[in-house]
């Protein structure tokens, strides 16, 4: 096998943009946001309700509490680090298969995956289950 092959095998479905290895949604996203400019890829938010848009990490501050929707249509990977308190809800399935939603304290950080219809947790810190 040439090293062409193996080079197109290992990469399959992934694109390399910028020296980073994205896989085909995670650049999809990023050319949407470029292309369109409606998709940060960051966010602060400071509102009461907020409805994830493709963002990899988003910022909740300045308000007492926020409540925050994990919307699967854009969004299959996000961090969401709280500098107040938050309630994170999917808008389909579950989070980790058990849980309508959690809530998170100021200081912590949640990192999520939607994954086959429900919302999975990959890493998170000063969490409490609803």
């Given at each position: 096998m040439s090293s062409n092959m193996n080079s197109m095998r290992r990469n399959f479905g992934r694109k390399?943009?910028?020296?980073?290895l994205y896989n085909s949604r995670d650049y999809e996203t990023i050319m949407s946001a470029k292309l369109s400019q409606e998709v940060e890829l960051t966010k602060i938010v400071n509102t009461s309700n907020y409805k994830t848009n493709g963002e990899e990490?988003?910022?909740?501050?300045?308000?007492?509490?926020?409540?925050?929707?994990?919307?699967?249509?854009?969004t299959e990977h996000v961090i969401i680090k709280a500098l107040t308190k938050v309630t994170i809800a999917p808008d389909k399935g579950a989070i980790d298969e058990d849980w309508d939603e959690v809530d998170i304290d100021r200081g912590a950080c949640v990192e999520f995956y939607f994954i086959s219809g429900n919302w999975y947790i990959g890493s998170s810190d000063g969490i409490k289950m609803s």
């Open positions: 390399l943009v910028s020296d980073k990490f988003i910022v909740v501050k300045d308000i007492p509490e926020c409540r925050v929707i994990l919307n699967s249509e854009t």
